[in-house]
Each structure stands twice: as C-alpha cells, then as structure tokens.
C-alpha cells in the first residue's frame, strides 16, 4: 500500500520569499513521485516528477524537488515566490508494480503575501 | 489546454437522478483515469482503463460505473443520486499505464446535487 502526507494545510511567503511545501510518502516498493498545481477552477497540472536517476528534479515555473529516500521525502521548493505561485499543490505517489494509480496528499494551499 | 476534455462543465441535478460525465483523453494515450475531488475526501482515486479494459478500481461506489469505449473516450456515469455525491470529478490520461509519465488532467465537471 502507499500514502502520501503533506504537512501543513495552508502555507503562507512573502513575494520573493522561499517556498517549501513538504510531502512524505509510504511505499513498500521504490516510489515514483510526482507534484500537481492546481489553480481555481482548473484541473491539475505535473509541475515534476521523479521516477530512477538524479534526486533533485527539476519542473516548470522554477520549482525543483528532491528524493530522499532516507527520509521518505519529496518537499517541493522554489527560491523566490511569485503571486502568480498562489494555487493548491499535491504530492501524489505510485508504486512501479501492479497498482498504477496515482496516490494523492490532501494537498497544500499556497497563499503568497505582497 | 491540457489535450484532455471533460463534459459537462457545470452539472446540477437532483437527489435520485443518474448522471453521465464524459472524457475524451489527450490523443495517442490509452489511459483513462477518473477521480473525485470533495472538500473533506480530497481526490479520490475511481477507475482506470487501459485500452477499453478495467484495470484498477480505487473508492468507486456501486452506484457508480464506467466504461471506455474504443475510440478510448470514457464515461463516468452516476445513478441514485445523494447529496455526498456533490464533488468535482476529474479525467486524467496518460501514454502507457500512467506511473512512469504522470497523468494529464482535464478541467473537471463540477457535479451539485440539490
């Protein structure tokens, strides 16, 4: 079985501030990971994932994450918030194997501040 | 646009009543997954088809049922209509079986049983 956990519901930057929006997981196989954003009223975009290979991935909008195995980790962070960065992110798992499906988090709320 | 079309976008039906959502995938990709978005479950994991075939059921509840057809669109449909089936219900797509590539969303058809 896998499950996902971000912590924190609602996080608040200041513009220019750094973003950090945290994920575990649980996964009895090596995980593939991904980040979703999803602005109102629209449906989820891959912001990045991690499948084999470099830890640190890079994704779209200046995002980048890094796997940690040790940690069962997958925290998103961008250096510098925008308001435009304002949205609602989910971290969601699969396991390689028989269940495909992606997992999703409860996902986290983005407010950023002028 | 994410390639992906969802149909309707706005459904408001009563208590009781049967439904049909409609997909069309992003061309070239054989899967269909469906998933349910509420304020208290968060996004709930349906049904995937590969190719026309079942292959995975997540929360999917009796009353609900779906197909993909062979020109691969998909439809989701609803009957026995409750007051909790009110959520935004999304179809994703993906190349192959969705784990290695992530998933593509559409915009969601927002259900409200009144």
Known sequence: AQ??????????????ALVLLRCNYSSSVPPYLFWYVQYPNQGLQLLLKYTTGATLV???NGFEAEFKKSETSFHLTKPS?????????????SSSGS??????GSGTQLTVLP | DSGVTQTPKHLITATGQRVTLRCSPRSGDLSVYWYQQSLDQGLQFLIH?????????????ERFSAQQFPDL?????LSSLELGDSALYFCASSVGQGDYYGYTFGSGTRLTVV
């Open chain 1, 3 to 16: 499950s996902v956990t971000q912590l924190g519901s609602h996080v608040s930057v200041s513009e220019g």
């Open chain 1, 58 to 60: 890079k994704g779209i």
């Open chain 1, 81 to 93: 918030a925008h308001m435009s960065d304002a949205a609602e992110y989910f971290c969601a798992v």
């Open chain 1, 99 to 104: 269940a495909r499906q992606l997992t999703f």
């Open chain 2, 49 to 61: 088809y590969y190719n026309g075939e079942e292959r995975a059921k997540g929360n999917i509840l």
């Open chain 2, 73 to 77: 669109h998909s439809e989701l449909n």
